[in-house]
């Protein structure tokens, strides 16, 4: 079993890849409007400042990354099942 990043998946191959947050929507995630620096001020001040396109292409390819990675299958795993009350752990 492997448990890590996405990038640290890359070039490696798994028999099944779970992806958590993906059932939610919350993975990739929504790539927003810096509302400090809107994209319009980042084009004017010149490379190196991400655009919310290149936020959204990086989500994307990092999606395409951890599904590659499956060899055999690939599951969206629900956060909030995956945490439920039903397995907590009890002390003695």
Do not use: H, K, N, Y
Not at 38 to 60: A, F, N, Q, Y
Not at 76 to 81: D, H, K, N, P
């Amino acid at each position: 079993m492997f448990v890590g990043s996405i990038e640290e998946a890359r070039g490696r191959e798994f028999p099944v890849v779970f992806l958590p947050g993906l059932a939610e929507g919350l993975f990739p995630q929504r790539a927003l409007e810096d509302p400090l620096l809107l994209d319009d001020c980042r084009r004017e001040l010149g490379d190196g400042l991400l655009l919310r396109e290149d936020r959204t292409l990086e989500e994307r390819e990092r999606l395409q990354l951890a599904c590659a990675a499956a060899r055999d299958r690939r599951d969206a795993v629900r956060l909030s099942a995956a945490f439920s009350s039903s397995r907590s752990f009890r002390g003695t």
